[in-house]
């Protein structure tokens, strides 16, 4: 057994235990993270906190709740997810803007995998932008199981480094709340 | 956006009026000032003020800053963090304990100091006078910084490079303006006091910038804890001095923007009158307000955002062992 497949299966099995908790707690944001910037994930993990008053733009991670008008209901899982049922049965996940399109993905899947993992509930998800009037559906297949399990591995071995993974410049960066950690 | 700092001249009392500052001055007038705009309080004349004021105060994260009339910098009020992190100031210990750790910040912080002086002499050595054999030495004390093996020693380092560049400032001021000799404690003359007063702002600065951050106060890594000030903030200080006090010093004095006239001799020194003081504030708050474009951040930053980030960069340092790079002036 490799060692990526054991950080998996050890993840997998403190999850399914009502009475353990798994080395890294992985949220939706971190996988999002994770796709986005890998040292933004690490310093996440850390708590570092910077003065958010120096920070130019912030992160929309939250649209305005009124620019939709499906029926939907919120549910947050083990501390973990937080996602929105529609009334179809489909998780949803609403985002600003479809630039960043592969973290969002991997954020519903995560979701999406979860929920068939740990919690044995089978659903499709909805990737909503509304600013840009476009949704589009999103399914669990095995090719996206992989993918997820593959991000799941990337994030315990990210967080758990002793440093942060090493500095490149993104066009993520202008937009990021550590930029002025980051690059001073 | 970032909030400025204010300055309370009058003497009188500060209160808390439901979520508002209260100043009932001697002279009969009240002034409110909203808490959530303000970064700083600095209170320059005889205030009192209560605890509920503090409370106020201590809620949205405002220090203050008091400065007496004879003994210029009287200490801080310090509110507590909301966000206080564990691990940053285990970090911050660690990298004080271990001497390998600690020598090397303390050459970053002391190397960046020198530079500054250099480029404050570099700035006038042709313009006004021939610098060139002051620009050399704190050149050797730059070179000598990488070779000192110990804390102490770095600090004879500094205080050699600070006695070169001091004895350049007669000659770049304005006469009758002269040093002469660093005294302070009770500033001897207008030079004397107006860098001294100068000084206790970049330190209160100092003080402001690292409250927003998790680090310790106390724990700094060229000064030794223990000495009644934040010994951090002296260290970050030693940075800025040269490119927000002395360059306002300098100003000032040869744009004639400050007279003999803005001081007093009193028994215990050389003091500056409340308008001098006015004037000098002025020039130091205008000063901390003017960009530069960052070569690292894509935007241009602030004197104040440069302290700030500076501290974000020691801060990184001990929780990552990435570089830590004190502002050596650039521009
Ligand atoms: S500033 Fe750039 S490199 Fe740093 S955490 Fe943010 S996105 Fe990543």
Known sequence: MSDGEDVLKQYLAAERDPHREPRVRITGLMVQYYHVC????WFMSRGLDID??????????????????????????????????LDSGDVMEVKVSSTLEKPARMQLLYYLWYLDEILDIQKDGV????????????????????????????????????????????PYCDACLYQDICWV | MPKDNHHVFADGELSRNEGTLRIDTLDGETKYLPVESIDTLYLHGQIDFNTRALGLLNDHGVPVHVFGWNDYYRGTYLPKREQVSGNTVVEQVRAYDDHDRRLEIAHDIIAASIHNMRANVQYYDGRKEDFESAVDRLENQYARVENTTNVEELRGVEATARKIYYRCFDRILRDPFELTKREYNPPTNEANALVSFLNSMVYTTCV????????????????EPGERRF??????????????????????????????????QELDGCL?????????LEAYEETLDRTV??????????????????????KKHVLTGEPYRPTERWW
């Open chain 1, 127 to 170: 990737l909503a932008y509304p600013k840009e009037r476009k949704r589009e559906t999103v399914e669990l297949d095995s090719d996206a199981r992989t993918e997820v399990e593959i991000t799941i591995r990337g994030i315990i071995n990210t967080v758990e480094r002793d440093t942060p993974p090493e500095l490149k410049k993104k």
């Open chain 1, 38 to 41: 890998k040292r933004e994930l």
């Open chain 2, 293 to 314: 474009e960052h070569p690292r951040l894509n935007r241009k930053v602030s004197y104040k955002t440069l302290v700030r980030t500076d501290v974000y960069s020691l």
């Open chain 2, 272 to 280: 500056l009158t409340e308008d001098g003081r006015l004037a000098v």
């Open chain 1, 52 to 85: 958010r008053e120096t920070t130019n733009i912030q992160r929309g991670t939250h649209v305005d709740e009124n620019s939709y008008d499906d029926r939907r209901r919120s549910y947050q899982i083990n501390g973990r997810i937080q996602l929105d049922l």
């Open chain 2, 231 to 264: 010994t951090l903030s002296l260290d970050i200080a030693d940075v800025f001095k040269p490119i927000l006090a002395d360059r306002v010093l300098f100003r000032l004095v040869n744009r004639q923007q400050i007279g003999i006239d803005d001081f007093e």
């Open chain 2, 208 to 223: 402001s910038a690292i409250r927003k951050t998790a680090l310790d106060p106390t724990i700094g890594y060229v000064h």
